[in-house]
């Protein structure tokens, strides 16, 4: 079945450093994924899409790789800051899918930045 | 328009009882879906609509859980003898048609006590 697996413990990083999150997919070929921000008591929110035929993506801070080989993407915050704390959540979605438009998630990586 | 609304922001209940919640989604998105989130977890997907119709169901979407879209605008969840199995926080979204970015509202968060 379909896997996807994130940083299975919480992240803490110092302010100012690159923080670092794994998404691991498994028995899925994503045609693309995506990354979500979730704030506590909120609805996520979309942050970066990358597609299978890119390789990374930037957006200020943030930087996303997609390894359709080791079935990976890693999500990269730089220069954190105390505001970046919250979950990240990430959502491949495959090609398999069909007519399904929906998201799958991964548990999420809760990351704090200390100041 | 300032987003996706959802109503009520929270609702606690007793087991047994039927609850509805109502998501009111971006005006021009013709796509909406529900999700229900647990703690720890990711959203994990219910049911979606495009406009009016409904294309696709969970198998988490047991017979007690109904979903509407009459006017492909609005759209309510219902729950019906609610157990303590279904607190969760319940999630609604909202995309243009061919759009990959969801557009998530604050959710409704349900105890059942």
């Known amino acids: 079945s379909q896997k996807i697996e994130q940083n299975s413990e919480a992240l803490n990083i110092q302010e100012g450093k690159t923080a670092t999150l794994t998404c691991n997919y498994t028995n899925y070929s994503p045609a693309y994924l995506q990354w979500y921000r979730q704030d506590p008591g909120r609805g996520p929110v979309f942050l970066l899409l990358?597609?299978?035929?890119?390789k990374e993506k930037r957006k200020e801070r943030l930087k996303v790789t997609f390894d359709t080989t080791l079935k990976q993407s890693l999500f990269h915050i730089t220069a954190s800051q105390p505001a970046d704390s919250a979950t990240y959540l990430c959502?491949?979605?495959?090609?398999?899918?069909?007519?399904?438009?929906?998201?799958?998630f991964g548990s999420g990586t809760q990351l704090t930045v200390l100041p | 328009d300032t987003g996706v609304s959802q109503d009520p922001r929270h609702k606690i209940t007793k087991r047994g009882q039927n609850v509805t919640f109502r998501c009111d989604p971006i005006s021009e998105h013709n796509r909406l879906y529900w999700y229900r989130q647990t703690l720890g977890q990711g959203p994990e997907f219910l049911t979606y609509?495009?406009?009016?119709?409904?294309?696709?169901k969970s198998r988490l979407l047991s017979d007690r859980f109904s979903a509407e879209r009459p006017k492909g605008s609005f759209s309510t969840l219902e729950i019906q003898r609610t157990e303590q199995g279904d607190s969760a926080m319940y999630l609604c979204?909202?995309?243009?048609?061919?759009?990959?970015?969801?557009?998530f509202g604050p959710g409704t968060r349900l105890t059942v006590t």
């Open positions: 959502a491949p979605r495959g090609v398999s899918s069909g007519s399904a438009r929906q998201l799958t």
């Open positions: 979204a909202s995309s243009l048609a061919g759009g990959n970015e969801q557009y």
């Open positions: 609509f495009q406009n009016e119709a409904q294309l696709e």
């Open positions: 990358i597609r299978e035929n890119e």
